[in-house]
């Protein structure tokens, strides 16, 4: 069974200043991954997606993330941030196999970005 | 497209009653989730449909708990009796089978005192 591991619960960090929220999933089978931001308040927004070809994605606001099958990873980055992009972001594998797949949320992590 | 609709956005009831969400899901999608979220649990999948037929309703925490989709634009998450520890966000996501990602409406907040 898929299971994915949000290594930090909460990270902070200054205005301007580069971030990378951890990602590990665990899977025997092809293996999709998604990034997902939640403002708070408001429901889950997709931010990237990885689904195949190039490694590395790119997403909405900014954000990147780099598909390592190796370590089995999906971290996200964004080389500065801003105060917007405190929010709550959720890594969320999927196990697709023939015609049914379902993400698998994480327990999020918390970015607070502070001035 | 007005995205994945949901109504209430706030609810408040007293304990005993009954609750009904609603939820529209984007039209043409043929997958529709239910998912709670709370501090202490985080999002917990209750129930999905496909084809607006329920696949694993595993996550549904007791019978109080019931979800109906009669046709492929409308859903239903009810709760009978409603307790206190049912209060949290509610959100309903909507999809196309397959490798694609889900589109979250923005949640009922149910509040039972």
């Given at each position: 069974?898929?299971?994915?591991?949000?290594?930090?619960?909460?990270v902070?960090?200054?205005?301007?200043?580069p971030?990378?929220?951890?990602?590990?999933?665990?899977?025997?089978?092809?293996?999709?991954?998604?990034?997902?931001?939640?403002?708070?308040?408001?429901?889950?927004?997709?931010?990237?997606?990885?689904?195949?070809?190039?490694?590395?994605?790119?997403?909405?606001?900014?954000?990147?993330?780099?598909?390592n099958?190796?370590?089995?990873?999906?971290?996200?980055?964004?080389?500065?941030?801003?105060?917007?992009?405190?929010?709550?972001?959720?890594?969320?594998?999927?196990?697709?196999?023939?015609?049914?797949?379902?993400?698998?949320?994480?327990?999020?992590?918390?970015?607070?970005?502070?001035? | 497209?007005?995205?994945?609709?949901?109504?209430?956005?706030?609810?408040?009831?007293?304990?005993?009653?009954?609750?009904?969400?609603r939820?529209?899901?984007?039209?043409?999608?043929?997958?529709?989730?239910?998912?709670?979220?709370?501090?202490?649990?985080?999002?917990?999948?209750?129930?999905?449909?496909?084809?607006?037929?329920?696949?694993?309703?595993?996550?549904?925490?007791?019978?109080?708990?019931?979800?109906?989709?009669?046709?492929?634009?409308?859903?239903?998450?009810?709760?009978?009796?409603?307790?206190?520890?049912?209060?949290?966000v509610?959100?309903?996501?909507?999809?196309?089978?397959?490798?694609?990602?889900?589109?979250?409406?923005?949640?009922?907040?149910?509040?039972?005192?």
């Amino acid at each position: 069974a898929q299971s994915v591991t949000q290594l930090d619960s909460q990270v902070p960090v200054f205005e301007e200043a580069p971030v990378e929220l951890r990602c590990n999933y665990s899977s025997s089978v092809s293996v999709y991954l998604f990034w997902y931001v939640q403002y708070p308040n408001q429901g889950l927004q997709l931010l990237l997606k990885y689904l195949s070809g190039s490694t590395l994605v790119k997403g909405i606001n900014g954000f990147e993330a780099e598909f390592n099958k190796s370590q089995t990873s999906f971290h996200l980055r964004k080389p500065s941030v801003h105060i917007s992009d405190t929010a709550e972001y959720f890594c969320a594998p999927m196990n697709y196999g023939g015609s049914q797949g379902n993400l698998i949320f994480g327990k999020g992590t918390k970015l607070s970005v502070k001035p | 497209d007005a995205g994945v609709i949901q109504s209430p956005r706030h609810e408040v009831t007293e304990m005993g009653q009954e609750v009904t969400l609603r939820c529209k899901p984007i039209s043409g999608h043929n997958s529709l989730f239910w998912y709670r979220q709370t501090m202490m649990r985080g999002l917990e999948l209750l129930i999905y449909f496909n084809n607006n037929v329920p696949i694993d309703d595993s996550g549904m925490p007791e019978d109080r708990f019931s979800a109906k989709m009669p046709n492929a634009s409308f859903s239903t998450l009810k709760i009978q009796p409603s307790e206190p520890r049912d209060s949290a966000v509610y959100f309903c996501a909507s999809s196309l089978v397959g490798p694609y990602g889900y589109t979250f409406g923005s949640g009922t907040r149910l509040t039972v005192v």
